[in-house]
């Protein structure tokens, strides 16, 4: 058997290369490429099959779905007949990145655009077949359309040292055959009518133009303008897009060395996503959604019709007719499709069974649009075609003028290298304070979470049994957090004394100007630069002071928070023992019984006071209720109560409530002091308060005062019975 050489290894990435340059030096044709998505959880469920493979990276075979596809890879050269292969200049399988795309199809547009070339990406194929995450992608996998204008001003940043660029942007949706701007605010805005130009060529009259200056913005315009453009679900994709979205950046520039009669450079990249071809019958759709699916396969038949005829015309050197007018969206790529312009179609295709016939016809018109030709040619317009233009000169030299005086007049104000010195001195001086001042806010808002880290340790220790393993756990961080907490004071004390020092060191700075004979008008400048620096430092102190009181308040909320759940644990008792007293009412009620309110008590209390009658004086109740219920109440046990002259058995049973009469001492010495007693008890009683040390004071006044009365009334001798006696 003869021995067959080994195939050689293509060089893909030299091949993507040529396809580049040849592209950037004038090859004509339009750059065709392949993206096959993913089967998505739908299509794996129905069938599973994947009936498009991709191969060499630029070959895609198409098997047919009656044949058995339960084949090995090795199979696909030896079964021929049952494939439909088609080449193209780049093809991308399931695997592939939004990254690695843009490299591959759109980056290398970017340097053209930027020296005055008009370049086309646009995607093509049916609904749900991934064109509208190809262009505009998602917030993790960004598409052409977001990853084109970050290379865009990068390009431009290397280039505007020499050249002065404007940079204009604008996005419409072609719905229902009318043209909307997507950057107006009114949703509901009148359609737009396109026209042509001789010099600009196709455009969009009363569409709104923005002028950009960075990637950052550009992005943030296209996500707003995709926020209005109409998107509706349907059968066959959730998220369709109802809608062509044409995006538009036209980057003019001219040499900064130009004269008057300079040249306008302009170059044009449009970005275009259009709506995918739908059938009815897969849809569903009826209403509103049918005449949008019907508007939809209008303008794409004619986008169609147009690249047939452009085929035939590349092909067979006919001169057919393009029918540019059949519909907006035509009449929008007709310069794409054949004009001054470099395009790249990308088809999207599905894998799936059931997408068969749609994906045949995706890559039946791309197999065509590969060998359309275009004319590509480089935007030079001269500022003497308008007279309108002039006006911006005007503008422009004015401008020039006003910046040339400004800096004359700084260059005149310039002070001399000495006083550069010092204030090259001064600003370090203030970066330096500034610095510290800014470690102490540092320090103090870290010692305030530490703090509050503290205050929640301590809340939670509470509820806490007291000598466990959690217990001395968490005792044992409160006191780590507390020296660091002592640390962190420190720290704070030394960078403050260090505040202060530098403080003394910046009048020291500003005494020195006056020793070394700095002279006006620099000394001003000086001051003047001071005076700036002294505010800058003072707003620091005022952020710290700021971030102070928002740790006071926080510490209020935490205390406020604290008080509120114990708060909630004091409903709660409350509301058990209100619980347990529904569940034994009796009980509690017997004891509501026996309390007595204190007027009760005031008004049944005894007070004593001696009464005068005609034969003697005695102790009895006050009458006089409301002289009662003024005086305090005196217990039953604190009254005196001498014993009865002569007790018998049914008086002794009325000991404890009755009181006998107590008579009238005789002796004008024994009168003086009763009345001195009375005239006591009465200031006792004026002044009493009503506690029981009081009352104790006066009954054992009275009764002290009473027996001893009685005791010498009893060891008086009876002068009449002694007489009587010595008479007998």
Same mark, same amino acid.
């Given at each position: 058997?003869?021995?067959?050489?080994?195939?050689?290894?293509?060089?893909?990435?030299?091949?993507?290369?040529?396809?580049?340059?040849?592209?950037?030096?004038?090859?004509?044709?339009?750059?065709?490429?392949?993206?096959?998505?993913?089967?998505?959880?739908?299509?794996?469920?129905?069938?599973?099959?994947?009936?498009?493979?991709?191969?060499?990276?630029?070959?895609?075979?198409?098997?047919?779905?009656?044949?058995?596809?339960?084949?090995?890879?090795?199979?696909?050269?030896?079964?021929?007949?049952?494939?439909?292969?088609?080449?193209?200049?780049?093809?991308?399988?399931?695997?592939?990145?939004?990254?690695?795309?843009?490299?591959?199809?759109?980056?290398?547009?970017?340097?053209?655009?930027?020296?005055?070339?008009?370049?086309?990406?646009?995607?093509?194929?049916?609904?749900?077949?991934?064109?509208?995450?190809?262009?505009?992608?998602?917030?993790?996998?960004?598409?052409?359309?977001?990853? %084109?204008?970050?290379?865009?001003?990068?390009?431009?940043?290397?280039?505007?040292?020499?050249?002065?660029?404007?940079?204009?942007?604008?996005?419409?949706?072609?719905?229902?055959?009318?043209?909307?701007?997507?950057?107006?605010?009114?949703?509901?805005?009148?359609?737009?009518?396109?026209?042509?130009?001789?010099?600009?060529?196709?455009?969009?009259?009363?569409?709104?133009?923005?002028?950009?200056?960075?990637?950052?913005?550009?992005?943030?315009?296209?996500?707003?303008?995709?926020?209005?453009?109409?998107?509706?679900?349907?059968?066959?994709?959730?998220?369709?897009?109802?809608?062509?979205?044409?995006?538009?950046?036209?980057?003019?520039?001219?040499?900064?060395?130009?004269?008057?009669?300079?040249?306008?450079?302009?170059?044009?990249?449009?970005?275009?996503?259009?709506?995918?071809?739908?059938?009815?019958?897969?849809?569903?759709?009826?209403?509103?959604?049918?005449?949008?699916?019907?508007?939809?396969?209008?303008?794409?038949?004619?986008?169609?019709?147009?690249?047939?005829?452009?085929?035939?015309?590349?092909?067979?050197?006919?001169?057919?007719?393009?029918?540019?007018?059949?519909?907006?969206?035509?009449?929008?790529?007709?310069?794409?499709?054949?004009?001054?312009?470099?395009?790249?179609?990308?088809?999207?295709?599905?894998? &799936?069974?059931?997408?068969?016939?749609?994906?045949?016809? %995706?890559?039946?018109?791309?197999?065509?649009?590969?060998?359309?030709?275009?004319?590509?040619?480089?935007?030079?317009?001269?500022?003497?075609?308008?007279?309108?233009?002039?006006?911006?000169?005007?503008?422009?030299?004015?401008?020039?003028?006003?910046?040339?005086?400004?800096?004359?007049?700084?260059?005149?104000?310039?002070?001399?290298?000495?006083?550069?010195?010092?204030?090259?001195?001064?600003?370090?001086?203030?970066?330096?304070?500034?610095?510290?001042?800014?470690?102490?806010?540092?320090?103090?808002?870290?010692?305030?979470?530490?703090?509050?880290?503290?205050?929640?340790?301590?809340?939670?220790?509470?509820?806490?049994?007291?000598?466990?393993?959690?217990?001395?756990?968490?005792?044992?961080?409160?006191?780590?957090?507390?020296?660091?907490?002592?640390?962190?004071?420190?720290?704070?004390?030394?960078?403050?004394?260090?505040?202060?020092?530098?403080?003394?060191?910046?009048?020291?700075?500003?005494?020195?100007?006056?020793?070394?004979?700095?002279?006006?008008?620099?000394?001003?400048?000086?001051?003047?630069?001071?005076?700036?620096?002294?505010?800058?430092?003072?707003?620091?102190?005022?952020?710290?002071?700021?971030?102070?009181?928002?740790?006071?308040?926080?510490?209020?909320?935490?205390?406020?928070?604290?008080?509120?759940?114990?708060?909630?644990?004091?409903? %709660?008792?409350?509301?058990?023992?209100?619980?347990?007293?529904?569940?034994?009412?009796?009980?509690?009620?017997?004891?509501?019984?026996?309390?007595?309110?204190?007027?009760?008590?005031?008004?049944?209390?005894?007070?004593?006071?001696?009464?005068?009658?005609?034969?003697?004086?005695?102790?009895?109740?006050?009458?006089?209720?409301?002289?009662?219920?003024?005086?305090?109440?005196?217990?039953?046990?604190?009254?005196?109560?001498?014993?009865?002259?002569?007790?018998?058995?049914?008086?002794?049973?009325?000991?404890?409530?009755?009181?006998?009469?107590?008579?009238?001492?005789?002796?004008?010495?024994?009168?003086?002091?009763?009345?001195?007693?009375?005239?006591?008890?009465?200031?006792?009683?004026?002044?009493?308060?009503?506690?029981?040390?009081?009352?104790?004071?006066?009954? &054992?006044?009275?009764?002290?005062?009473?027996?001893?009365?009685?005791?010498?009334?009893?060891?008086?001798?009876?002068?009449?019975?002694? &007489?009587?006696?010595?008479?007998?």
């Amino acid at each position: 058997m003869l021995n067959k050489k080994p195939a050689e290894k293509r060089d893909f990435e030299q091949e993507d290369i040529d396809i580049h340059s040849s592209m950037q030096q004038g090859m004509s044709n339009i750059l065709v490429s392949v993206r096959v998505r993913p089967l998505s959880k739908k299509e794996l469920e129905i069938d599973g099959r994947c009936l498009v493979h991709v191969l060499d990276n630029n070959l895609v075979i198409l098997l047919d779905p009656t044949a058995d596809l339960n084949l090995p890879e090795d199979s696909f050269r030896s079964n021929r007949s049952r494939e439909k292969q088609y080449a193209f200049d780049m093809a991308f399988d399931k695997s592939s990145t939004q990254e690695a795309i843009f490299e591959k199809t759109t980056k290398f547009l970017i340097d053209g655009v930027a020296n005055g070339y008009n370049a086309t990406v646009f995607a093509y194929g049916t609904t749900g077949a991934g064109k509208t995450h190809t262009m505009i992608g998602d917030a993790d996998k960004p598409g052409l359309m977001l990853l %084109t204008f970050e290379d865009i001003f990068l390009c431009l940043d290397k280039l505007s040292i020499e050249r002065q660029y404007k940079v204009r942007l604008s996005y419409l949706e072609i719905y229902n055959e009318e043209v909307h701007d997507l950057f107006t605010t009114n949703r509901i805005s009148e359609s737009l009518d396109i026209r042509e130009d001789s010099i600009k060529g196709v455009t969009v009259a009363g569409l709104s133009e923005l002028m950009v200056t960075s990637a950052k913005e550009v992005v943030n315009h296209i996500r707003n303008g995709n926020k209005r453009r109409t998107c509706e679900p349907t059968m066959a994709n959730e998220t369709s897009s109802r809608s062509h979205a044409v995006l538009q950046i036209i980057i003019e520039y001219k040499d900064k060395a130009s004269g008057l009669d300079a040249d306008i450079i302009s170059g044009k990249l449009s970005l275009i996503d259009l709506a995918g071809s739908e059938r009815a019958s897969t849809t569903k759709n009826r209403g509103i959604r049918l005449l949008e699916g019907a508007n939809i396969n209008r303008s794409l038949l004619a986008l169609g019709n147009c690249i047939n005829a452009l085929y035939e015309n590349s092909e067979k050197g006919t001169k057919i007719f393009i029918p540019y007018r059949d519909s907006k969206l035509t009449r929008l790529l007709k310069d794409s499709l054949g004009g001054n312009c470099r395009t790249v179609m990308i088809a999207c295709i599905s894998p &799936s069974y059931g997408s068969f016939e749609d994906t045949h016809n %995706t890559l039946t018109y791309a197999n065509r649009a590969k060998n359309i030709k275009t004319n590509v040619q480089r935007n030079v317009v001269n500022v003497q075609y308008h007279i309108s233009k002039y006006t911006d000169i005007i503008s422009q030299l004015r401008q020039e003028v006003t910046e040339l005086r400004s800096q004359l007049h700084s260059k005149r104000n310039m002070p001399s290298m000495n006083i550069e010195k010092y204030l090259i001195v001064l600003n370090t001086h203030f970066q330096e304070e500034a610095k510290t001042r800014k470690i102490i806010q540092q320090i103090e808002q870290s010692a305030s979470q530490l703090g509050f880290v503290i205050f929640s340790k301590q809340v939670e220790l509470k509820s806490v049994t007291e000598n466990s393993d959690v217990y001395i756990h968490k005792y044992n961080e409160i006191e780590a957090l507390r020296k660091n907490v002592d640390a962190h004071e420190e720290q704070l004390r030394a960078e403050r004394e260090k505040t202060l020092e530098l403080e003394k060191k910046r009048l020291g700075i500003e005494n020195s100007w006056a020793k070394l004979g700095i002279g006006e008008p620099y000394l001003s400048q000086l001051q003047l630069e001071m005076k700036k620096m002294i505010l800058s430092i003072t707003s620091l102190d005022m952020e710290s002071k700021e971030s102070q009181v928002q740790v006071v308040i926080e510490q209020k909320d935490q205390y406020i928070k604290l008080l509120e759940e114990q708060l909630k644990i004091r409903d %709660t008792i409350l509301e058990s023992n209100q619980e347990l007293i529904r569940q034994s009412p009796d009980k509690v009620t017997g004891a509501y019984h026996n309390l007595k309110s204190l007027q009760e008590i005031s008004s049944k209390s005894i007070i004593m006071n001696p009464n005068k009658n005609r034969n003697s004086y005695h102790i009895g109740p006050i009458e006089n209720r409301d002289y009662a219920s003024s005086l305090p109440p005196i217990s039953n046990s604190r009254i005196p109560r001498p014993k009865a002259v002569s007790p018998t058995a049914s008086t002794k049973s009325k000991e404890s409530t009755n009181l006998p009469i107590i008579s009238k001492p005789e002796n004008s010495k024994d009168k003086y002091r009763e009345g001195r007693r009375r005239r006591y008890r009465h200031r006792i009683r004026s002044y009493s308060t009503g506690s029981s040390e009081s009352d104790e004071s006066y009954a &054992s006044t009275y009764v002290k005062s009473e027996k001893k009365a009685q005791v010498k009334h009893a060891l008086k001798p009876d002068k009449s019975n002694a &007489s009587s006696k010595y008479r007998k």
